[in-house]
């Protein structure tokens, strides 16, 4: 079974500090992993992928197999990042789920 | 249209009514998602198509929710004697898997069952 974990429902940050969103999974095979972001009264939409190793809007996040993780970072947090954020794991049977997400809410 | 389009907007229904919601999903994709969405939840998995038909139907609550795609374009979403459980966001997307799996959402159809 797979399964995506997201620990923080909520997660505050100053303008200016980095940014951790945490991203956990359980799936016995090779996942693609993936960042969905939905900013206000928008529609969800793919911040990044693990198997392009891009960095988009200033966001990466790298694959730990070892520790299951895929944990979204930037080193300096801007206001218009404030929204939410999804982890979703694919499968080999490219079932697609998602996780609980996380609200990123920059103080300013 | 360019995106992808769920109709309708809004649905508010009594408990027992019959829902059918609409998704038309961009030409040439494949895939084609639904996800259940309640109010602080992530998209919950229902069903997804491979062409026409229901490769993984396993997120489906139970036997009132059905959902088709008989042409391997837009799908319909069924729920037949609902429930005020049923009250949620029900997203679809789609895909074209041959490249690189992105999701592409609609906007969603809010259920609101009385």
């Known amino acids: 079974a797979q399964r995506v974990t997201q620990p923080e429902k909520l997660l505050s940050v100053f303008k200016g500090a980095p940014v951790e969103l945490k991203c956990n999974y359980s799936?016995?095979?090779?996942?693609?992993l993936f960042w969905y972001v939905q900013y206000s009264r928008q529609r969800l939409q793919l911040l990044l992928r693990?198997?392009s190793r891009e960095s988009i809007k200033g966001f990466t996040a790298d694959l730990n197999k070892g520790e299951t993780s895929f944990h979204l970072k930037k080193p300096f947090a801007q206001e218009e990042d404030s929204a939410m954020y999804y982890c979703?794991?694919?499968?080999?049977?490219?079932?697609?789920?998602f996780g609980k997400g996380t609200r990123l809410h920059i103080l300013p | 249209g360019a995106g992808v389009s769920q109709t309708p907007s809004n649905k508010v229904t009594e408990k027992g009514k019959y829902v059918e919601l609409r998704c038309d999903p961009i030409?040439?994709?494949?895939?084609l998602y639904w996800y259940r969405q309640s109010l602080g939840q992530g998209p919950e998995f229902l069903i997804y198509?491979?062409?026409?038909?229901?490769?993984?139907d396993s997120g489906l609550p139970n036997d009132r929710f059905f959902a088709v795609r008989p042409e391997g374009s837009v799908s319909t979403l069924k729920i037949q004697r609902t429930e005020r459980g049923d009250s949620a966001v029900y997203l679809c997307?789609?895909?074209?898997?041959?490249?690189?799996?992105?999701?592409?959402f609609g906007e969603g159809s809010r259920l609101t069952v009385l």
């Open positions: 997307a789609s895909s074209s898997l041959a490249g690189d799996g992105e999701l592409f």
């Open positions: 198509f491979q062409g026409t038909g229901a490769a993984d």
């Open positions: 979703p794991l694919r499968g080999r049977d490219d079932k697609i789920i």
């Open positions: 030409s040439g994709h494949t895939a």
């Open positions: 693990h198997i």
């Open positions: 799936y016995s095979g090779s996942p693609e």
